[in-house]
């Protein structure tokens, strides 16, 4: 009967256990909550090593053409460790989308102006904190989706940069309006964007599959 009892129907096979899914459905309990703990991880890293990519595109760019990446490029000297929001700045570079971000957290939570030094690295936090979050949205959602890995993170990329960067700063007055941005800024933060979204999905799949 302790055989039988050992081999019931009604117990999951010892094979369940594992993450051998690529989606890992099959897991319930605490070792779904760690699977999903180590998704969220390799998001959160991928995401991360998305954003450092994307900074030294930028400044590989930058140092190229000597701070104008683009015709109709913001002008200004602090334009690194934001990603490829400086040139589609209103003013300046260094008054960018992540360092508007930036300022105002720093306002809400100390309720002064922060100085321009410490304005530009809380941009280049709002970048990378961008970055991570969406590393981890795209790691959950390929768990739950894996096609979305078929275009190996590029197609991501081009939907951040078009919902990010054409639709939602500009429409809070972040950066400029698409229609006031040349072609060639357009495809500056488009390529920008589709290395981000290869770097994570790379970075991310090589993480997930070195934890199983």
């Known amino acids: 009967m302790l055989q039988d009892a050992a081999f019931s129907p009604t117990q999951p096979p010892l094979a369940s256990v594992g993450c051998d ?24 890293a991928g995401g991360l090593a998305g954003g450092a990519t994307m900074n030294l595109f930028s400044r590989m760019v930058s140092a190229a053409t000597s ?15 934001r990603g490829v929001q400086p040139p589609q700045a209103a003013g300046l570079a260094e008054d960018d989308a ?12 100390a309720g002064i102006e922060p100085s321009r030094r410490v304005g530009l690295r809380l941009g280049t936090a709002a970048h990378y904190a961008f970055s991570a979050s969406l590393g981890v949205a795209y790691a959950l959602a390929v768990r739950r989706f894996p096609a979305l890995r078929t275009c190996g993170g590029v197609a991501y990329g081009a939907a951040v940069w078009l919902v990010a960067d054409e639709m939602v700063m500009p429409a809070l007055g972040l950066s400029r309006s698409p229609q ?8 500056y933060a488009l390529a920008g964007h589709l ?3 290869a770097t994570l999905d790379a970075a991310s799949r090589e993480l997930t599959r070195t934890r199983r």
């Open 180 to 187: 006031r941005l040349t072609p060639g800024i357009h495809a």
């Open 21 to 44: 899914s690529r989606a890992c459905t099959t897991q319930t309990g605490p070792f779904r909550a760690v699977a999903v703990g180590m998704t969220v991880l390799a998001g959160l």
């Open 67 to 81: 701070g104008h990446e683009a015709r109709g490029a913001a002008p200004g000297v602090d334009r690194s460790g």
């Open 98 to 109: 992540p360092t508007r971000v930036g300022r105002t957290a720093h306002r809400l939570a």
């Open 195 to 197: 290395i981000y979204g």
